[in-house]
């Protein structure tokens, strides 16, 4: 089975701090995806990652950046924290680009106080 | 992509089958059928797809009609565990990935 795994379920940070999501799947998906859900909003896209160290912005990329060192590890930054960015963060990951048959993990519930 | 419509909510009894229908009746002919589900406060699920025949795995079944204006994720034997929103989605493949779901239906499985 595949598995998708998060560096965290929760985590508190204060405004302004700069914080690290990991994200690391173990089937050798060349694509690897950062959403975040918000409630009334559905589910949107941050970044993606079609290979090592190539990245493309999603739909809402501001004041995010992220890191794809190794083919199995899609990092998400948030470089300067702020109350709107307060959300469930999800990564997923699938083997081909054009397939709808994304594979999550179970999510990072992130609050910015 | 072409636009889906489920009902907000549906109950089953456990150990029945759970029949979730989704309508997408501007489909076109080279647009796949998704379904996932979110258990409350997990990562989404991805469930089965399907162009035109009805599809079959471990999880669930997908009935498509013939026209393709319509489809059904049945579970066979719903348990609590499937407890859950479930999403129909129409994409083609062949274009960017992003997953973007609609409101769903909220399923309740109960005793």
């Known amino acids: 089975d595949v598995k998708v795994t998060q560096s965290s379920r929760y985590l508190v940070k204060r405004t302004g701090e700069k914080v690290f999501l990991e994200c690391v799947q173990d089937m050798d998906h060349e694509n690897m995806f950062w959403y975040r859900q918000d409630p009334g909003l559905g589910l949107r896209l941050i970044y993606f990652s079609y290979d090592v160290k190539m990245k493309e912005k999603g739909d809402i990329p501001e004041g995010y950046s992220v890191s794809r060192e190794k083919k199995e590890r899609f990092s998400l930054i948030l470089e300067s924290a702020s109350t709107n960015q307060t959300s469930m963060y999800l990564c997923a990951s699938t083997p081909d680009r054009s397939l709808y048959e994304q594979y999550f993990g179970p999510g990072t519930r992130l609050t910015v106080t | ?111």
């Open chain 2, 1 to 111: 992509d072409a636009k889906t419509t489920q009902p907000t909510s549906m109950d089953c009894a456990e150990g029945r089958a759970a029949n979730l229908p989704c309508n997408h009746s501007t489909i076109s002919g080279n647009e796949y059928v998704y379904w996932y589900r979110q258990i409350h406060s997990q990562g989404p699920q991805y469930i089965i797809h399907g162009l035109k025949n009805n599809e079959t795995n471990e999880m669930a079944s997908l009935i498509i009609t013939e026209d393709r204006k319509s489809s059904t994720l049945i579970l066979p034997h719903a348990t609590l565990r499937d407890t859950a929103v479930y999403y129909c989605i129409v994409r083609r493949t062949g274009t960017a990935s992003k997953l973007t779901f609609g409101t769903g239906t909220r399923l309740q499985v109960t005793l």
